[in-house]
């Protein structure tokens, strides 16, 4: 099956810090999806985006299919916005990257 | 609409015991599936179905059944529960059938604890 990496592992950020995070593929995908998994356990969709850029509020992504990889960028990243993000790609039954947990300090 | 809904929310068993999770989607979705997540790791794909009738293995099917009568309700039973199967048990659905769109949603989850 298609092999999902997302770095780094872990992140921690003082509010206000810009960060990125990867997730690269070993296949063509005909569907891409960020989630935030919060601290509830609750995942909730970021982005559904098999190519190209696309943006929310302070949240954003870019996929590039052809190079096989996709990139999450929170910017003046705030407490609410901690827990973990993950990639998951494929169709119907998708293949989830291990996650990035991301902790934002006051 | 309600989305995905998952029921119960929590569940403790003893080893032995069967139960079923139950899932429901309102929106008219043709593709439903069962993850898995356990400490510290990504959602594991159970079983999947491409529609009513039709069910499929995914990466980790073994102590697991599911069918699907209906478009609208997708449940998973566990016939004979294994501490191993202690997870958060999550279902999901999207469009699928005619379009290439297919954004998965996700219900609440399942906490299961197998004693």
């Known amino acids: 099956g298609i092999q999902v990496e997302q770095s780094p592992p872990d992140l921690i950020l003082q509010e206000g810090a810009n960060s990125t995070l990867r997730c690269n593929f070993s296949d063509s995908v005909n569907n891409l999806q960020w989630f935030h998994q919060n601290p509830w356990g609750q995942l909730i969709n970021l982005f559904y985006i098999p190519s190209g850029t696309k943006q929310n509020g302070r949240l954003s992504a870019t996929t590039v299919a052809t190079e096989r990889y996709s990139l999450l960028y929170i910017s003046s990243s705030q407490t609410t916005d901690s827990g973990v993000y993950f990639c998951?790609?494929?169709?119907?039954?998708?293949?989830f990257g291990a996650g990035t947990t991301v902790t934002v300090r006051a | 609409n309600a989305g995905v809904t998952q029921t119960p929310k929590f569940q403790v068993l003893k080893t032995g015991q069967s139960m079923t999770l139950q899932c429901a989607q309102d929106m008219n979705h043709e593709y439903m599936s069962w993850y898995r997540q356990d400490p510290g790791m990504g959602l594991r794909l159970i079983h999947y179905s491409v529609g009513a009738g039709i069910t499929d293995q995914g990466e980790v099917p073994n102590g697991y059944n599911v069918s699907r009568s209906t478009t609208e309700d997708f449940p998973l039973r566990l016939l004979s529960a294994a501490p191993s199967q202690t997870s958060v048990y999550f279902c999901?659905?999207?469009?699928?059938?005619?379009?290439?769109?297919?954004?998965?949603?996700f219900g609440p989850g399942t906490r299961l604890t197998v004693l």
């Open positions: 999901a659905s999207s469009y699928g059938a005619v379009s290439s769109y297919n954004e998965q949603f």
């Open positions: 998951a790609l494929d169709d119907y039954k998708l293949s």
